[in-house]
């Protein structure tokens, strides 16, 4: 039977196995992608789905989400507006790890796209960089949403959290390709990057953010009297005190009767 040091030593040698293995497995995708010069016949048959389901609402919807998981937005006023927030809840170890792990994705996402030159769709709806695999909206997405899970969403009750972070990932995946930005492989690439980055950079950050403070709903803080109670030195009776005054009751209380027959002295 293991030792219970050495289960958390196994559990924390996991989180770093798992995060290199997704970003083991998103470089050997773009290796494959870079040797192959034409889209894999996932990407050309999705690609060709999506060209017949084009409509208004959906390209304006699809937009929005480019506006929203790029760019500025998505970069710098996302990211900062997350830090922002939990630095207002007082998660400090949170707020880093989140600016921390953004930024390393955003970066190795770049690197990517120099590294394996990738051709964009020809179907393109939207300007953008060069290169299209990785992508970095994508990439972007789930680095945000496993940030978020990691910090509040690991435990039983809190099942939805995963499942918006989930949903997040697949809605920004869908609008590029849907928008012809990238190719279904690309936003594979950018899911399994983002989630890597942010689980490897959290890795080293599980012990400070699990003593960040976490408020109870069962254990309100007690306020005004209840607050500051009083010690016998600050004049609160006692036990001792309550029973010896009773004891030492002067004789005028008495009625004339009992103390008549009271000895004096």
Excluded at 13 to 35: E, Q, Y
Excluded at 251 to 263: K, N, V
Aim: charge should be positive.
């Amino acid at each position: 039977m293991m030792e219970p040091t050495s289960t958390r030593r196994v559990a924390s040698h996991w989180r770093w196995i798992s995060g290199v293995v997704a970003l083991g497995l998103a470089a050997g995708l773009g290796l494959l992608v870079m040797l192959r010069e034409s889209p894999f016949d996932l990407d050309a048959d999705w690609m060709t789905d999506v060209l017949a389901e084009r409509g208004p609402v959906l390209e304006v919807l699809a937009m929005l989400m480019d506006r929203i998981g790029g760019g500025p937005i998505g970069v710098v006023v996302v990211p900062l507006g997350l830090v922002a927030l939990l630095l207002i809840a007082r998660r400090p170890w949170g707020a880093l790890f989140s600016i921390i792990a953004a930024a390393l994705s955003a970066a190795i996402v770049q690197l990517l796209k120099g590294t394996f030159a990738r051709a964009r769709p020809e179907e393109i709806l939207v300007t953008a960089d060069f290169g299209s695999f990785p992508s970095g909206h994508v990439a972007n997405a789930a680095t945000l949403a496993t940030t978020i899970v990691l910090i509040f969403g690991l435990s039983r009750s809190r099942a939805w959290v995963w499942m918006l972070g989930a949903g997040w990932i697949v809605a920004m995946a869908l609008s590029r390709t849907y928008l012809g930005a990238h190719w279904v492989t690309d936003t594979i690439g950018g899911a399994l990057i983002g989630i890597a980055v942010a689980v490897i950079v959290w890795a080293p950050f599980v012990t400070r953010l699990e003593r960040e403070p976490r408020p109870s709903k069962n254990a309100p803080t007690p306020t005004g009297a209840a607050a500051t109670p009083l010690t016998p030195a600050e004049g609160a009776p006692t036990l001792g005190a309550a029973a010896g005054s009773r004891l030492r009751a002067p004789a005028e209380s008495l009625s004339p009767h009992w103390r008549d027959r009271c000895p004096s002295g």
